[in-house]
C-alpha cells in the first residue's frame, strides 16, 4: 500500500543547530514528495515540493529537503534553526498519475529550546 | 483576497445535531477536497472532488456527506454528529490533482462533538 512515515513525533532542537526531520514513502515508483507547516492554530503552508530532476530542492524559509529514491526517503533540512521555526510539519506524497490525491504522514511536532 | 473560505472557524455541537461546514474558492480550481486532521494522525482525507458533480471517497468517508453543485463551493456535511467526528477539519483546493499546480489550504474548521 501507499504510504508516507514520519518516524519522528516529536523533535527539540537548540536554536541556531541545523535541523533533519525525515520522511520515508512506500510506492512502486517515484511520487511527487511535499513539505508542509503548520504552526499552532493556523492552516498549512507549502515549503516545497519535488517531483523530478534535481534531487535537492530549496524551499521557503531557508528550508530544503534531498530525495534519495535508494532510501525512498525525503529529508527535511535546515542549517540553523528559529524560535520561529517551531510548529509540526509534515511530509506528503502525490502519485503521479490520473486523479490523485495527497496522502499525508502523521506529522513531527518541532519544539525549539533556547 | 483570493483563497480557500472555511465557516465557521469553531463549531460546538451536541450529540446527534447536523451541520454543515462551508468551503468555497475563488480561484476557479477544479479539484477540492476535505481531510481532518487529529492530534498524531496527521491529515486523513475524507472526501474529494476533480469537478462540479463529481464528488468520490477518501480514506475516512464514514459519517460525511459532500455534494459539489458549483466549482467554488464543497460543503460538508455531519448528518448525525458523534464525539469521533470532533476534529480539525481542512478544506484544499487546486487547480488539478496534479502536484504541478500546488495545493491551497483553508484556515480551518475547529469542531466540537459533545
Known amino acids: 500500500a501507499q504510504s508516507v512515515t514520519q518516524p519522528d513525533i516529536h523533535i527539540t532542537v537548540s536554536e541556531g543547530a541545523s535541523l533533519e526531520l525525515r520522511c520515508n514513502y512506500s510506492?512502486?515508483?517515484?511520487?511527487?514528495l511535499f513539505w508542509y507547516v503548520q504552526s499552532p492554530g493556523q492552516g498549512l503552508q507549502l515549503l516545497l515540493k519535488y517531483f523530478s530532476g534535481d534531487t535537492l530542492v530549496q524551499g521557503i524559509k531557508g528550508f530544503e529537503a534531498e530525495f534519495k529514491r535508494s532510501q525512498s526517503s525525503f529529508n527535511l533540512r535546515k542549517p540553523s534553526v528559529h524560535w520561529s521555526d517551531a510548529a509540526e510539519y509534515f511530509c506528503?506524497?502525490?502519485?503521479?498519475?490520473?486523479?490523485?490525491?495527497?496522502?499525508f504522514g502523521k506529522g513531527t511536532m518541532l519544539l525549539v529550546s533556547p | 483576497n483570493a483563497g480557500v473560505t472555511q465557516t465557521p472557524k469553531f463549531q460546538v455541537l451536541k450529540t446527534g445535531q447536523s451541520m454543515t461546514l462551508q468551503c468555497a474558492q475563488d480561484m476557479n480550481h477544479e479539484y477540492m477536497s476535505w481531510y481532518r486532521q487529529d492530534p498524531g494522525m496527521g491529515l486523513r482525507l475524507i472526501h474529494y472532488s476533480v469537478g462540479a458533480g463529481i464528488t468520490d471517497q477518501g480514506e475516512v468517508p464514514n459519517g460525511y456527506n459532500v455534494s459539489r453543485s458549483t466549482t467554488e463551493d464543497f460543503p460538508l456535511r455531519l448528518l448525525s454528529a458523534a464525539p469521533s467526528q470532533t476534529s480539525v477539519y481542512f478544506c484544499a483546493s487546486s487547480y488539478s490533482s496534479s502536484a504541478n499546480y500546488g495545493y491551497t489550504f483553508g484556515s480551518g474548521t475547529r469542531l466540537t462533538v459533545v
Open positions: 506528503a506524497f502525490l502519485v503521479p498519475s490520473g486523479y490523485s490525491t495527497l496522502t
Open positions: 510506492y512502486g515508483a517515484t511520487p511527487y
